[in-house]
């Protein structure tokens, strides 16, 4: 088990800051189970993440609900993008 | 095509001298730059605007962006910046320049980079003022600009 940092981007960093951690088994933890985990374990992130909108990003692309995250992964949650 | 992501005010007047400069074949130049406004849209005072960015990725959102507009449009050339950080009122926040050999392709291209850009690029915005801050995400308007693209054959 491995501690992992995730940075919050916009809103997202109102009440939690920029930084939350997560523990990611070793054998890598699925977007779809992480996003259920923080949803639970930081109550600020449950209604951005059950409205769908928010994508995940990990070592600087955006991936889909079934990438598997890894133990080193560099790992972002981004709300809604505003545009420029 | 050039596009870079600035971290400190830039000049677009000396941007697009620059641009000229280098795309002197061409037949048609469209610029087009964008300023921080020192009122939200329901009128209430912005003291800045902040455009949070995330590492690589915002770039790389442009770059798709003018990549898109290059294969789509009959330019020659393209520049793009955009500011992130802290933007005060007046300040440029984004500047558009295209070159092709005849104008319609030069001022598409550019109305296609922007309706891009304000609705696909990666930045969070938010508004400060006297009366809090305030996160902004795109307008039915911006996203109805971006999809009239879709709609149509070039």
């Known amino acids: 088990m491995t501690e992992v940092q995730i940075e919050l981007c916009g809103r997202l960093a109102d009440q939690l800051g920029r930084q939350i951690s997560a523990v990611v088994p070793d054998r890598g933890l699925a977007v779809e189970g992480l996003l259920a985990t923080l949803s639970t374990t930081f109550p600020p992130l449950e209604v951005p993440i059950a409205s769908g909108r928010i994508k995940v990003c990990v070592n600087d692309e955006i991936v889909s609900q079934d990438y598997v995250v890894q133990p080193q992964d560099e790992v972002a949650l981004f709300p809604p993008v505003s545009g420029g | 095509m050039r596009v870079e992501l600035a971290l400190a005010p830039f000049d677009p007047a000396e941007r697009l001298a620059e641009f000229s400069r280098t795309a002197s074949w061409a037949g048609a130049i469209v610029s087009f730059t964008g300023l921080a406004r020192s009122a939200a849209r329901d009128g209430t005072l912005v003291s800045a605007l902040v455009l949070e960015s995330y590492r690589g990725v915002t770039l790389a959102s442009m770059q798709t962006i003018a990549d898109d507009a290059a294969a789509r449009f009959d330019i020659s050339a393209a520049d793009i910046v955009h500011r992130a950080g802290t933007i005060a009122p007046g300040e440029p926040i984004v500047f558009v320049a295209t070159a092709s050999a ?33 996160w902004i995400e795109p307008t039915a308007e911006d996203e109805a600009d971006r999809d009239r693209w879709n709609n149509r054959q070039d």
């Open chain 2, 102 to 134: 005849h104008r319609r392709a030069a001022f598409e291209a550019a109305d296609y980079l922007m309706d891009r850009l304000k609705t696909e690029a990666i930045f969070w915005k938010r508004e400060e003022g006297p009366d809090g801050n305030r």
